[in-house]
């Protein structure tokens, strides 16, 4: 099945005014962080903090009275399942979702709040999709599927309408890839607007199903990643020949480059990126001299991250910076030694967040006790400072991870 760019304009058409059109700004601070000209498409400023909108109202569109009056059935990790629901209620319609058991608690409570059913079942999208098929077959539901839909294609590709209209002149656009909905329609979109441009997909190493399925290679697949809204298995009937015809190259992204890109949004232009979001951003990071110097469009697909690990994502990232620096000394357990430390600690520029005192392991002198800090730094260098510094007055420190303590 073709979709064409005719297609694509009637979908923004239908969409105009039920869904936003984002803004998409420069980012000078990224373009300095990864050599490229930056552009950032905020499709985490709509209505469910999602691009999944566009696609899903499209296909609830496309639907009779009847088939949205009897209900409406998708399977997802969050996104689509909150457009879905969003959508399907401001059109009347009854919606069920089923979601992996994995599935953060923010996307299950926020689908909830817009008046759907959850079922949660399995671990992975597919485990629901068995799910949500047998629900569709039972109850006369009417299945929304999350990419490998035409009208769902379609609806996806408008942002790179958008994209073009507000910054013609972009060299590449980097687009998330899943199932490859997002991708299949703005690779559509974006080569019928302008034929010369490149388009490159970012995919989680953990899930490289579409790398897999077009170089027919058997790279594994699976584990907890921080990108859960694009871990699948299986990439789309519809989607795969599109990728293949029109998108230039996929990047493969480890789990220290997404959680750097969703620290680098949150830090460098306050604006809020859930994993499969800042993809796109992580590929840049990655593969920065594929990028030198060219005009990139980046679509921030989604914000929709648990804070808890956001706020683990930010932490992680002090640490790789040096700038949460954590360590243990042993030293002679006698009154003011601690005092000492910490006045010590404070000359040499650290402000002290933790102290944890132990006494009673067997690997501590009788007479001894074992301390374990962590302090703010400056950065790197100034952490060094601060072990060279206790190293100089006799303590040893030794360089601990913060869950060893």
Known sequence: MTITLAEIEAARRAIAGAVLRTPMLPAP???????????????????????????????????????????????????????????????????????????????????????????????????????????????????????????????????????????????????????????????????????????????AQLYPAMWDALRNDHLPIGGPTLAEGIAVKNVGALTLPIVRDLVDDIILVDEAHLERAVNAFMILQKTMAEGAGAAGLAALLAKPERFKGKKVGLILSGGNIDPRIMASVLMRELLREGRIFSFRLTIPDRPGVLGQIATRLGGLGANILEVNHHRGLLDVPAKGAKLDVTVETRDATHAREIASGLAADGYAPQVIETGEM
């Open 29 to 203: 601070r990224l373009s300095a962080l990864t050599g490229a000209q930056v552009f950032v498409k905020y499709e985490n400023l709509q209505a469910t903090n999602a691009f999944k909108e566009r696609g899903a109202l499209v296909k609830l569109l496309s639907l009779t009275e009847e088939e949205r009056r009897r209900g409406l059935v998708a399977m997802s990790a969050g996104n689509h399942a909150q457009a879905v629901a969003y959508h399907g209620r401001r059109l009347g319609s009854p919606v069920t979702i089923v979601m992996p058991v994995t599935t953060p608690f923010v996307k299950v409570a926020a689908t909830r709040s817009y008046g759907a059913e959850v079922v949660l079942h399995g671990e992975t999208v597919e485990d629901a999709m068995e799910r949500c098929v047998m629900l569709a077959q039972t109850r006369g539901l009417t299945l929304v599927h999350p990419y490998d839909d035409a009208q769902v294609i379609a609806g996806q590709g408008t942002i790179a309408l958008e994209m073009l209209e507000d910054e013609p002149s972009l060299d590449v656009i980097v687009v998330p890839i899943g199932g490859g909905g997002l991708i299949s329609g703005n690779a559509i979109a974006a080569r019928a607007v302008k034929p010369t441009i490149s388009v490159i997909g970012a995919e």
